[in-house]
C-alpha cells in the first residue's frame, strides 16, 4: 500500500511470531492459498469490476483506487490469493478435511463493496467465501460474524436482504465508513458502540444481540470477518477491548456452531495494526478455534 501505511506486510509476521511464541504454532496445518477465479470472484463482484481491477494492476509504481487504497505490481495477486484462501478453507470445512479454518490474509476484505474498492480492501474475501458455500456446496444458512473496529460496509452491500446469510457486527460509531446504523436490512444485526467502549460493552453487545440472533437463525456454517483494530492499544480507533475479548467472543460463537455447524468455522483476517496486539489477539482467536484451549 506504500510507505508508512498502516496496512503492512509485518502484520503476518507479527500473527506468525505470536503462533510461535504461544507454542500453538506446531499443532496447526499449513495450506498455500490458491488464485481466486474469475467464476468465483464474479458471484459477488460484477465481471466487469473484476476486468477493471485486473486492467488496474500496474507493471511498476502504484495506482490508487482510493485515497486509502492502493495497488503495486505484487497486489493483484495477492488479493487474488485473499480471495482464494477463504474458498479454500471453504472447501476443506465442508469436505471434513479440516473442522476450523483460520486465513491470515492481506489485503483485507470487508469494505470492499460489489463494484467498489476502498479502505484497503479489493475484493471481498468474506463474502467470496460465503458465497461459494452457498452456490458451490448447497449451504443454506451461513453466518458471518464481524468484529473488526469498522463496519463491514461491503459484506453488508452483498448480503443485505439474503436469506441465506445473517451478519453480526460490532463497529465504533460515528467512524468510518459511516454506516451501518441507518435502517440496516432484517439480516444485519449491527451494534454500534461509541469511542472509549470497552469489554463490558462488547460482551454485551455479543450476548444480548448477537448469540439470540445466531440461536434463531441456527447457521450451518460460521465465518469470521476478524479484524482486531477494536483492541486498546490499536490507535486505528478507540475502543478498548483486551487480547481476552477475542478468546472470549470466539468460545461464545464456537456454543453456536458446536449445537448448529457441527463446529465448522472458518476465520479471515480484517484489520487490526497494533503489530504485537494484533499477534496476541489473532492467537487468543486462533487458540479457540483450533481447539487448543482445553
Ligand atoms: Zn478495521
Redesign the pocket.
Known amino acids: 500500500m506504500g510507505a508508512h501505511h498502516p496496512e503492512r506486510p509485518e502484520r503476518l509476521s507479527a500473527i506468525e511470531d505470536q503462533l510461535i511464541a504461544s507454542g500453538i504454532g506446531q499443532y496447526l496445518k499449513r495450506y498455500d492459498a490458491p488464485l481466486a477465479t474469475e467464476e468465483q470472484l464474479s458471484r459477488v463482484h460484477p465481471r466487469e469490476y473484476v476486468h477493471a481491477i485486473h486492467d488496474a494492476a500496474p507493471r511498476e509504481g502504484t495506482v490508487h483506487l482510493d485515497p486509502d487504497t492502493a495497488m503495486n505490481r505484487y497486489t493483484l495477486q495477492a488479493a487474488l490469493r485473499a480471495a482464494g484462501a477463504g474458498v479454500m478453507a471453504t472447501d476443506l470445512v465442508l469436505k471434513k478435511e479440516v473442522k476450523t479454518a483460520f486465513c491470515p490474509v492481506r489485503p ?1 476484505g ?2 470492499a463493496c460489489r463494484a467498489r474498492a476502498m ?2 480492501c479489493i475484493f471481498n474475501n468474506v463474502a467470496v467465501a460465503a458465497r461459494h458455500a452457498i452456490q458451490a456446496h448447497g449451504v443454506g444458512r451461513v453466518a458471518i460474524i464481524d468484529f ?3 463496519h463491514g460496509n461491503g459484506t453488508e452491500d452483498i448480503f443485505e436482504n439474503d436469506e441465506h446469510v445473517l451478519m453480526a457486527s460490532i ?1 465504533q460509531h460515528p467512524f ?1 465508513p459511516y454506516s451501518g446504523t441507518e435502517d440496516p436490512a432484517p439480516n444485519m444485526y449491527n451494534v454500534p458502540l461509541a469511542a472509549g467502549s470497552g469489554s463490558r460493552q462488547f460482551r454485551n453487545a455479543v450476548t444480548e444481540v448477537w448469540l439470540p440472533a445466531l440461536e434463531e437463525f441456527r447457521p450451518e456454517l460460521v465465518f469470521f470477518s476478524a ?1 482486531f ?2 483492541h486498546a492499544e490499536d490507535d ?2 478507540m475502543l478498548r477491548f483486551s487480547d481476552a475479548d477475542y478468546g472470549w467472543v470466539t468460545e461464545q460463537v464456537k456454543t453456536v456452531a458446536d449445537r448448529y455447524s457441527g463446529g465448522r468455522m472458518i476465520s479471515l483476517l ?4 497494533a503489530l504485537s496486539a494484533l499477534g496476541r489477539s489473532a492467537v487468543q482467536h486462533i487458540r479457540v478455534l483450533a481447539g487448543l484451549n482445553g
Do not use: K, W
Open positions: 483485507p470487508h469494505h479502505g484497503f473488526d473496529v469498522h463497529f468510518y479484524g483494530d477494536a486505528m480507533a480484517e484489520g487490526g495494526y
